[in-house]
């Protein structure tokens, strides 16, 4: 009922920038945070930046003052601009949205499918 569905990623050189884009949609009620994960291969999948509805952010120390997280569109969508990437920022990145389906219920997490983004020369 709950589609997450991400925009953006691909190749890009270092020190470049990218937007990450993504919007869930569906039955929703309220969407408490939402955010980035990435994974590269060969290691665990970490939090690059989260941003709560009412708009507080974290990020993770690799990506402090290069990324910007932001909601927008109804605090449904969320972006990711990445500037000043590297080679290290290369991985699979996945939105995720803490999504209420309704009124008293529990929050649960919904996944995009992950969009590859490749720093490279």
């Known amino acids: 009922q709950v589609q997450v569905v991400e925009s953006g990623g691909g190749p890009v050189q270092p020190g470049g920038s990218m937007r990450l884009s993504c919007v869930a949609s569906?039955?929703?009620?309220?969407?408490?945070?939402m955010g980035w994960y990435r994974q590269a291969p060969g290691k665990q999948r970490e939090l690059v930046a989260k941003i709560s509805a009412g708009g507080k952010t974290r990020y993770r120390d690799s990506v402090e003052g290069r990324f910007t997280i932001s909601r927008h569109n109804g605090k449904n969508s969320v972006d990711l601009q990445m500037d000043s990437l590297k080679v290290e920022d290369t991985a699979v990145y996945y939105c995720?949205?803490?999504?209420?389906?309704?009124?008293?219920?529990?929050?649960?997490?919904?996944w995009g499918q992950g969009t590859q983004v490749t720093v490279s020369s």
């Open positions: 995720y949205a803490e999504v209420v389906v309704a009124l008293f219920n529990e929050p649960q997490d919904y």
């Open positions: 569906g039955t929703i009620f309220r969407i408490n945070d």
